[in-house]
């Protein structure tokens, strides 16, 4: 039996994977600032891309993509900053989810791009 730690680091292991196909260059994972972390940082075409990563065995509570919360998404963007601060970076920076679900039936990823913009 694996513990949701395991799941949750085979799921972005499955994402890192999904978006290398995709053509984006993976700098980080797992960074952290403060209490935040970011599951993966990347480039895509030139664009900073921070990814959240939810993974779940089953949709029976929702879809993992919905435990995104306002306040999660405001510790990204704080972590995100600090990112682009400790690298320089200039330029655009988006925020995506990759949705994992890994069940009986096989292995389910979801991309969303642009899952959320930033609020003041």
Do not use: C, W
Request: positive net charge; glycine residues 8%.
């Amino acid at each position: 039996m694996s513990t949701s730690y395991d799941l949750g680091k085979k799921g972005e292991d499955l994402a890192a994977d999904h978006l290398t196909t995709k053509g984006f260059k993976i700098l980080a994972r797992n960074f952290r600032a403060g209490k935040a972390e970011l599951d993966i940082v990347a480039l895509d075409q030139g664009a900073l891309v921070v990814v959240e990563v939810k993974t779940r065995n089953t949709r029976y509570f929702g879809e993992p993509e919905q435990a995104v919360t306002k306040s999660k998404q405001k510790l990204l963007v704080r972590a995100a900053n600090a990112y682009v601060r400790y690298k320089s970076f200039k330029g655009e920076v988006r925020f995506d989810v990759v949705s994992v679900i890994i069940g009986e039936d096989g292995t389910e990823i979801r991309h969303i791009t642009d899952a959320f913009y930033p609020t003041l």
